[in-house]
C-alpha cells in the first residue's frame, strides 16, 4: 500500500515539468488527493488539492494559474507551467479519505501525521 511519486527534475525557469503520483494496493475513490512542497528551511506547503466528495479543487497562491491537478483512475497528476526558482522543492503527494480540498491542503499540511497515506517526494530543482 503505497503512493509513488515521479517526474521531478531539473528545469530552467519558465518551464514546465509534470508530476504522477500512482497509487498502489488501494483505491483513490473517496480519497481527497494533493500535492505539497517542502523548500529547503521552509515548512510544508499545500499547493494543489482535489476534495474527495466532488471533486472541487484548491491551489494555493503561489502556484494558482501555473500549476493543475488532475486524476485519472487510480493516479494523480500536477502539471506545472511557468515554473519559477522559487518552486524548487521536494514535491509531496498525499491521500486522505473523505476530506476536501482546502482542509487537506492547509489543515493537514500543518498535521501530516493524520493523513493516511504519503508518498515518497519527488525533487524538484527550477533554475534561474
Known amino acids: 500500500v503505497q503512493l509513488q511519486a515521479s517526474g521531478g527534475g531539473l528545469v530552467q525557469a519558465g518551464g514546465s515539468l509534470r508530476l504522477s503520483c500512482a497509487a498502489s494496493?488501494?483505491?483513490?475513490?473517496?480519497?481527497?488527493i494533493g500535492w505539497f512542497r517542502q523548500a529547503p528551511g521552509k515548512e510544508r506547503e499545500g499547493i494543489s488539492c482535489i476534495s474527495s466528495s466532488d471533486g472541487s479543487t484548491y491551489y494555493s497562491d503561489s502556484v494558482k494559474g501555473r500549476f493543475t491537478i488532475s486524476r485519472d483512475k487510480n493516479t494523480m497528476y500536477l502539471q506545472m507551467n511557468s515554473l519559477e526558482p522559487e518552486d524548487t522543492a521536494v514535491y509531496y503527494c498525499?491521500?486522505?479519505?473523505?476530506?476536501?480540498?482546502?482542509?487537506?491542503?492547509?489543515?493537514?499540511?500543518?498535521?501530516?501525521?493524520?493523513?493516511?497515506?504519503w508518498g515518497k517526494g519527488t525533487l524538484v530543482t527550477v533554475s534561474s
Open positions: 498525499a491521500a486522505d479519505l473523505a476530506v476536501n480540498a482546502r482542509t487537506l491542503c492547509i489543515y493537514y499540511a500543518n498535521n501530516p501525521g493524520v493523513v493516511d497515506y
Open positions: 494496493g488501494f483505491s483513490l475513490d473517496y480519497h481527497g
